[in-house]
């Protein structure tokens, strides 16, 4: 499809619903709200040295992180706005303990999962941050998933549960059955990246115009890198094979590649987008700091999902490190937490090479 530059993303999004004559503009109508959500943080988060929105709202969420002002904002913009947007049958935030539910008789076909603003321990340090969401279909009534294959792009016979509140066994998918996922980076710019089965396209705010622009068409990741992000830190708390395949990275060995160079910001939208379009190596691994947190820090439904999404239909792979791709993990619960290794394709097999102790 002919993607000139100068398109709104409006006007793309209006011409990836005609590719399907079957659509009824619920998907573009719940994405273009959740545009007008992104621009109003946008406008928030730029705003923040200035306002007095900085420092801390003396709430904890349900991580048990310090919940700072912008998240608390962020998430009320976001949830206040779905509500009734007449597309979602029900909502979860990263911020939010339970479920969220739609306003009565707004319910639609749609679920939304979403960090409000991820990396918020940056906000006050003027480090780019980002929000990340996740759409699926409501199960249909006898609890199954509409579609049984990958990023299904035809809407097959299926009669969901219209009119009835949603259920976390609707937001509770695996992450094959998104059928769109984004995020929004409010950074030097504000972009959107976002997928919905058919490429990834990022798109750049004007901010004197209210318009976010196609500037990124159809991105793909390199399919190899050099840069690997990665909290060396934790160091001491990982496993041998996790602290081999770093080693390795570092090692003097020019005719391969090697070493890589090391890039980590801590904002995970942030590390992961300069990942996505110079290529790159991501790796939240499991490790044993945290008894609390065996399964590393970062969230399937919120974080790992979506990005696992876009990353695959960039030509990238995202997979744990113990034997799973992200894609094809069942949620047990609305927090669950996962290892993540995300990035371009070579690095992850090789990556995983190690973690399995093939290599
Ligand atoms: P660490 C930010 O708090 C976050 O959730 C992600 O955005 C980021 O990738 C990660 O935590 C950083 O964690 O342990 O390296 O500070």
Redesign the pocket.
Known sequence: MYRPLGMTVSRHIMDLQRMHPEATGDLSGLLNELIVAAKTISAEVNMAGLADVLGMSGKTNIQG?EVQKLDEFADNTIKRRMARCGYLCVMTSEEEEDIIPVREGYEGKYTLAFDPL?????IDVNVS??TIFSIHRRKSDDGKSPFGRRNTDIEEEWHPAEGKPGSALDILQKGCYQVAAGYIIYGSSTMLVFTTGEGVHGFTLDPSVGEFYLSHPEIRIPQRSKYFSV?E??YSYWNDNMRRYINYLKEQDKENGRPYSSR????????FHRNLITGGI?L?PKDNKDPAKPSG??RLLY?AAPLAYIVEQAGGRAITGDGREIMEIEPEELHQRVPLIIGSRYDIDEAEAFLDGRK
């Open positions: 992180e991820d990396g918020s321990s940056n941050i980002g909290n830190g934790n980590y910001i801590g904002s995970l939208v942030a590390d991501f939240y820090k970062l974080e």
